[in-house]
T-cell receptor, first 114, second 114 residues
């Protein structure tokens, strides 16, 4: 059972455009939702994260939008740049539980054309 | 990445042989994880540890075993390597189980089973 569903699998955007990646979760106990960014040949790295007590979090050109009732959250990359080309993973966890782990989506390969 | 080292970085092995991958951390983090990354499947959790000698299975644990005899080292063993275990393996560390302080990933081990 895939608890975090991510779409699209791949995305091509022109420089300066907006990149949008969506995730949906099933477990209502999840209360922490990070996004990880992975460049080729490297391990994933934490990009931005949100808690369900806010509907939006912005850090520079990256914004997470969160819809608790729909159990969905999304990553928006404004003014996308070729350097943003990477694989993006959403994830979720029950931070206070004994589950001890993040559940990751399958990833989105973003290509930003110059 | 600083504080976490995976070895070896690349390995080619023959079907049926045992293989051990090592993850070493200098951050004194309690939680350690082994993931495999394959196209179309994203990051899949193999095993994780929530303390010395405390380990548990992830979603794709068959054919793998782990050991953690001290805080800094988490070993992943393929008991009898198969071609389906050809993959990129990532180790991750975290001070919290739910990942609210972020996971730090290693640079990965590319394993090829021939």
């Amino acid at each position: 059972q895939q608890q975090v569903k991510q779409s699209p699998q791949s995305l091509i955007v022109q420089k300066g455009g907006i990149s949008i990646i969506n995730c949906a979760y099933e477990n209502t106990a999840f209360d922490y939702f990070p996004w990880y960014q992975q460049f080729p040949g490297k391990g994933p790295a934490l990009l931005i994260a949100i808690r369900p007590d806010v509907s939006e979090k912005k850090e520079g050109r990256f914004t997470i939008s969160f819809n608790k009732s729909a159990k969905q959250f999304s990553l928006h990359i404004m003014d996308s740049q070729p350097g943003d080309s990477a694989t993006y993973f959403c994830a979720a966890s029950n931070s206070g539980g004994s589950n001890y782990k993040l559940t990751f989506g399958k990833g989105t390969l973003l290509t930003v054309n110059p | 990445d600083a504080g976490i080292t995976q070895s070896p970085r690349h390995k080619v092995t023959e079907t049926g042989t045992p293989v051990t991958l090592r993850c070493h951390q200098t951050e004194n983090h309690r939680y350690m994880y082994w993931y495999r990354q394959d196209p179309g499947h994203g990051l899949r959790l193999i095993h994780y540890s929530y303390g010395v000698k405390d380990t548990d299975k992830g979603e794709v644990s068959d054919g793998y075993s782990v050991s953690r005899s001290k805080t800094e080292d988490f070993l992943l063993t393929l008991e009898s390597a198969t071609s389906s275990q050809t993959s990129v393996y990532f180790c991750a560390i975290s001070p919290s189980g739910g990942g609210i302080y972020g996971y730090t990933f290693g640079s990965g081990t590319r394993l090829t089973v021939v």
